[in-house]
């Protein structure tokens, strides 16, 4: 297993300016309801599906950045070993 220790995405937008360590290929984010998790998704979502200028996306550059919108296929994240994986608790 690789381990990212000192890897980080960061999201910058006129509301967030986020810095996210990755110690590890997956990276749990939690927290109590209305605290950004899902605004944060979709700052994601609008930058890498969009392509919105008003978002600033930097991440390793050996890695892309996938949005999962199911979690009920492991072949998808199996397939996708060089990504760092985003997922909303509200996903199926």
Do not use: C, H, W
Not at 9 to 14: A, G, Q, R, V
Not at 31 to 58: F, P, Y
């Amino acid at each position: 297993m690789k381990y990212l220790i000192g890897t980080f995405i960061e999201i910058k937008s006129k509301k967030f300016n986020i810095n996210i360590p990755l110690q590890r290929r997956i990276t749990y984010l939690r927290g109590d309801s209305g605290v950004g998790k899902t605004s944060l998704v979709e700052l994601i979502r609008a930058k890498i599906e969009d392509g919105d200028d008003s978002i600033e996306l930097n991440k390793p550059d050996e890695y892309n950045i996938d949005i999962l919108s199911s979690l009920s296929s492991s072949l998808d994240i199996e397939n996708k070993r060089n990504s760092i994986l985003i997922a909303d608790d509200n996903i199926n």
